[in-house]
Structures are given as C-alpha cells and as structure tokens.
C-alpha cells in the first residue's frame, strides 16, 4: 500500500491563517504590525527568488516587509555596524541575512551579531542554547518546519527510534534536539553523517526517517524500514532523462531539470507510511515557519517593553 503524502502546501495554508488572525488581533489590540528586515549583499538570482517570495508571504499575512540592500563590495565591519543599528531600531522585529554573503563576509560571524530577540532565522547561540535547554524561543524555520510536518501525520513520537541524516546548524542538530525536548515524550533519535560508516543500518532500524543531505537517491528503498514516517528535506535539480537514461533537452539544447529530495520518493512511497513529497513538502513551510518566527519575535520584544 502506496504512503499516504504529507502535503506542505495545504499545511502552509492553515499556518498562514493562523499567523494572519495573530497579526490582525496584534494591530487592533496593540496599533503594533511585526515588521521583518531583509538585509543582501550585492546581486546574487537566487537571493532574489527568496526575497520575492518573502515579500509576497509577508504580504499575505500582513507582516510588514522590508529589504536593505547594500553594495558588494561591503566590508565585514560595515556589515556588522548596519545589523547594530538595526537591532536598536525598535520597529524592526526580525533580521534576516540573504545568503550567500560575499567571500569578504563571514556568514556566521553576522548571523551571531543579531540580537537574539529579532533572530528569525533561530541561528544565533543564545537561541541554540535555548534549545538544548528544551524551550527555544525561536528556532531554524526548516527544522521547525520538519517538526511541523512530522506532527501532522497525528503520530506519537514518544520513544521512536528516528535517523537523521545530516547534521547541520539548520537541520540537522536542531531537529535532534527538537525531538528531544521533552522530558517524558521524547524521540529517540541518531543522527547520522559523512563519517558514518553504514548509513543503511542506520535507516534500516528508522521507524521515523528525517534526511537532510542535499544529495538526489542518497536514500533508496532498500534502506527504509517498513512502515516508516519520511520528512525528506532535500532540495536537489537533476536532468530529467528519458527511457534510455540520457537527458532530455529543451529548445537551446540544454537539459531539461526537475526539482527532487535526498530520498528515492518513487521507491520510498511502496514501503513507507507517510513522506513529505519534494518540491511541496519541506519547502512551503518553511517560509510559513519564517513568519511565525517574525510573529513570536514581535510578542517578545513587547514583553520586554512591558
């Protein structure tokens, strides 16, 4: 029996709702609309993908938006001073870094220069510690966004043997501690990486399977367990072939690309129980997860105030 699929688009959608009856009951209670400041660095095509589709989810949920756009040829120190007199801008209630910054900029160095209160993004070490503690404020959007997906299948996590594959700042170790967080309903997670020596094994024994590689058909079916939940985050492009293995071409002779996850989903759909689908899983909620962290951003500065 084929999974049942976890659709992101249709969970965004009920977020969005959500978030925007919060704004509205903010502006009509506090005269207060959470303002969200985009800061890039020179010109880079797939910044302004991001930025476009910020705009236009802020706009639907009536977060206000802004982007600060500075020259490519902008020092390190000037960076930081810009983030420094943004934190201090009482309108402003969260910060977020286009990447990819210039080679001259250290990404995480910036990051870090956020003040924690308008970090939407999760990634500064005082909200990191927050989840290690088990009550994160605000969190990387993609492994909220994993968790948020996880949760919609109604399932209990509660002692689950869960594999992640990928141990990065944004996924990876965050997500773990996610499933962690409770004292008495926690996961039981592994996590796997580069230096693990047989991944198989690792997701063989996954009753939950979240991966987070970026690397097309790393995980095949040969290696999910039967029955199992997959959250596959990846977002790879690979040519489209045809019957014959080759490429497909398009009018100027170059190959035709579609957008697919770290996981074989053609294979994984027959052996598990539920998988999110790449593209319109991970993807749609994690920019619904941005502005929910704007929102929370915004109460908390208010409380700061009061």
């Known amino acids: 029996m084929a999974a049942k699929i976890i659709d992101g688009k249709s969970l965004a959608e009920n977020f969005k ?24 660095v020179g010109e880079n095509p797939a910044s302004a993908v991001y930025v476009k589709s910020q705009r236009k989810s802020c706009e639907e949920v009536g977060i206000d938006y802004q982007l600060q756009k500075l020259p490519e040829a902008t020092s390190e120190g000037e960076l930081l001073k810009f983030i420094e007199k943004l934190n201090k801008d009482d309108r ?21 220069a956020i003040t924690p209160k308008k970090d939407v993004e999760g990634m500064s070490p005082s909200n990191m510690g927050m989840l290690v503690y088990g ?17 919609s299948t109604g399932v209990d996590i509660k002692g689950k043997e869960v594999t992640v594959v990928g141990h990065s700042e944004i996924v990876g ?53 039967e029955g199992a939940i997959i959250i596959d985050v990846g ?34 759909i027959e052996k598990a129980s539920y ?21 929370t951003a915004c109460k908390w500065q208010m409380e700061k105030k009061g």
């Open 135 to 151: 009550s994160p404020k605000l969190a990387p959007c993609t492994a909220l966004a994993a968790m948020e997906l996880l949760k």
């Open 235 to 268: 977002i790879n492009r690979v040519p489209i072939l045809d019957e014959k293995g080759e490429p497909l071409l398009d009018t100027e002779g170059k190959p035709r690309m579609k957008t697919v996850g770290d996981v074989v989903f053609e294979e994984a």
């Open 92 to 112: 402003v209630n969260g910060i977020i870094l286009e990447m990819p910054l210039p080679p001259q900029i250290n990404a995480r160095r910036m990051q870090m």
């Open 17 to 40: 709702e959500d978030i925007k009856r919060e704004v509205r009951e903010l502006k009509e209670r506090h005269k207060v609309v959470p303002l969200l400041t985009a800061i890039q």
């Open 275 to 295: 998988i999110t689908p790449v593209p319109g899983g991970v993807g749609p909620l994690t920019v619904v997860m941005l502005l929910r962290n704007t929102l």
């Open 173 to 225: 170790k965050p997500i773990t501690l996610l499933l962690l967080s409770s004292v008495l309903e926690s996961a039981t997670p592994t996590v796997c990486h580069i230096a693990t020596r047989d991944l198989a094994s690792h997701t063989r024994n996954a009753e939950i399977l979240i991966v987070a590689v970026g690397k097309a058909g790393l995980i095949k079916g040969d290696m999910i367990k």
